[in-house]
């Protein structure tokens, strides 16, 4: 650590840090901008098709019609619009699933990683048995029971990832749990679960905010890869996912269909997990 | 310290602990046999010895000696397996942990390594004023945040910290200054009892005269029982009025700094005193 700070002032990894905290940001106002005025802003309808326009290239390519700016699919439904509007179903998805798999995963590792004993066998079993599922399977297996649907595919994403919180929160827990602040609010008069509110979750917490971050991501790309297997919502409702897998029929005559939604895919889970680093280093009173 | 005019060896101070019998035993997992229940080590081999009322009692002893381990019985950090822990004539051995925390108001620690010891995500007034807040100390039962706070930058203040120490967070402090908001959390409560766990070992040498001389000053003023745990025999004389040598988990002294420094009973003692370094300079030295 100290040759690294001896080769670059505080001021400029300062500003390394806000930009990872700051251009994940933008794309994600970007987004959420973009989810809350799709009606505003999308150019046409993304589900109307017009059988006369399918295929056109995007807007730098020869042969497109103005207004089109990224092209049309094989239905003739505007690329762009079925972008904007795909924004969503992945913020939806990301923001209400992540925050579910994060509270019911940190909980549990939280518990068995304080208390120890029972909660940490039973817990600890159930996170083994659990692993050894094929998530993928897994997923499409419970959006087959519970049924098509944004609420399916949040709970099963809840359901499946909720040991990836639950292993790392726990062992971050059992090392927070032996240090001597537990022992010492133990000695102030301190009730266990309180120990465990109000000393140890503040110091599991920039952990908790970095795999929020990340399961958004993670979220996202799930639900891709749902609608990728036609399970995720039904075909009228403009998914990224859904984008993707009708791009893949048609990738040799346009891939234009694939890519973009692809790349708002990408940048999205990318800057959800830059974010998470990125809050992490900002409000972490000990790393600053 | 207002020493009372009879002489104190014929006449001892009453005592606020008394230890009868003390066992205590860790299972030694790495002996386990497959289907037997783990070997136990003896750590506390029946220990008896009293902390008299207002005195400094030095706990010595080579590392795994036990002394760490008699001072979590005290404070009931550790339950022991047997015997007797009597604080002003209760057994606290066998209490549980609610029955406890009534008691533990006057049952305080310092610990050894403050880094370790002070919320790193807790601001220095908020670490001092959680137990305040727990035992609603001083004035009205309900308090606000701002008179707890003020508490606590007063127990800021006896320990030599002014109120700005109370906005910063631990590891914006020096090794001295972090345990000294150690001494302050244990003082805050106002306990008639204080374990200091080898609080200055992680310090350099004037920071330890220092943090020493605030608990000697504090020990005087509140009239303060404390248990001072240490290796370091030097610190010990400093500090204490009375001295027990542990060794293995059995007591091999007991009794004032003055008699066992002068008239050790064994020969581990005896190379402990030896191994203090002597403060007298060599008159050659300079030449």
Request: proline residues 6%.
């Amino acid at each position: 650590m100290a040759d690294v700070s001896l080769q670059t002032t505080p001021r400029a990894r300062s500003g390394r840090r806000n930009l990872r905290l700051w251009l994940p940001l933008a794309w994600i106002s970007t987004l959420v901008l973009a989810a809350v005025l799709a009606p505003l802003i999308a150019p046409h309808d993304p589900l109307y098709q017009d059988l006369f326009l399918e295929r056109l290239p995007p807007f730098f390519m020869a042969g497109t019609e103005p207004g089109y700016w990224l092209g049309t699919d094989s239905l003739g439904r505007d690329v762009l619009s079925r972008v904007i509007y795909g924004t969503r179903i992945a913020l939806c998805v990301s923001l209400i699933a992540a925050t579910a798999t994060c509270l019911v995963g940190s909980t549990l590792g939280l518990l068995a990683g304080f208390f120890g004993g029972w909660w940490d066998r039973v817990i600890s079993r159930l996170i083994e048995i659990w692993m050894a599922f094929p998530p993928v399977l897994f997923a499409v297996l419970l959006v087959a029971v519970m049924g098509t649907g944004l609420t399916s595919v949040i709970v099963a994403i809840a359901l499946i990832d909720w040991t990836r919180f639950a292993r790392v929160i726990r062992a971050e827990t059992m090392v927070q749990a032996q240090m001597d602040y537990v022992d010492s609010a133990q000695i102030g008069g301190a009730r266990r679960l309180t120990t465990l509110v109000s000393e140890i979750l503040p110091n599991v917490l920039p952990s908790i905010v970095a795999l929020l971050m990340l399961e958004m991501g993670i979220a996202v790309i799930v639900e891709a890869i749902l609608s990728f297997v036609n399970l995720s919502l039904s075909s009228d409702v403009a998914t990224w996912g859904s984008m993707i897998a009708e791009g893949r029929n048609a990738i040799h005559f346009a891939w234009w269909v694939l890519l973009f939604p692809l790349i708002a895919l990408f940048l999205t889970v990318l800057s959800f997990s830059q974010l998470g680093e990125g809050l992490k280093q900002r409000f972490d009173p000990v790393l600053q | 310290m207002a020493v009372p005019l009879t002489c104190p060896q014929t006449d001892p101070a009453p005592a606020l602990f008394s230890v009868r019998g003390l066992r205590l035993s860790f299972p030694d997992s790495a002996h386990k046999p497959l289907f037997a229940p783990a070997p136990r080590i003896e750590v506390l081999k029946g220990l008896d010895l009293d902390l008299p009322k207002g005195q400094i009692t030095g706990i010595v002893g080579e590392s795994g000696s036990g002394k760490s381990t008699l001072g979590r019985v005290l404070v009931r950090l550790m339950r022991p397996d047997a015997g007797q822990v009597l604080l002003n004539g209760q057994d606290i051995s066998t209490l549980n942990e609610a029955a406890l925390r009534p008691l533990r108001r006057n049952l305080q620690m310092i610990f050894q390594d403050p880094m370790s010891s002070l919320n790193p995500r807790h601001k220095v007034w908020r670490i001092v004023a959680a137990p305040l807040a727990r035992y609603e100390c001083g004035s009205a039962p309900q308090i606000g945040l701002a008179e707890r706070r003020d508490q606590a930058l007063r127990a800021l203040e006896r320990v030599g910290l002014d109120p700005g120490f109370g906005e910063r967070y631990p590891h914006e402090l020096s090794g001295g200054q972090r345990q000294r908001v150690g001494i302050a959390r244990a003082i805050a409560l106002e306990p008639e009892f204080i374990l200091a766990d080898e609080i200055v070992s992680g310090l350099d040498v004037s920071s330890q005269a220092q943090v020493l001389s605030l608990l000697k000053s504090l020990a005087q003023e509140m009239n303060l029982t404390i248990a001072f745990i240490s290796h370091d025999l030097s610190v010990i004389r400093h500090l204490c009025d009375n001295v027990i040598v542990l060794n293995r988990g059995e007591i091999l002294e007991n009794g004032s700094v003055e008699q066992v420094f002068s008239a050790p009973q064994s020969d581990i003692t005896r190379l402990l005193l030896d191994a203090i370094p002597l403060p007298e300079l060599d008159d050659k030295w300079f030449d």
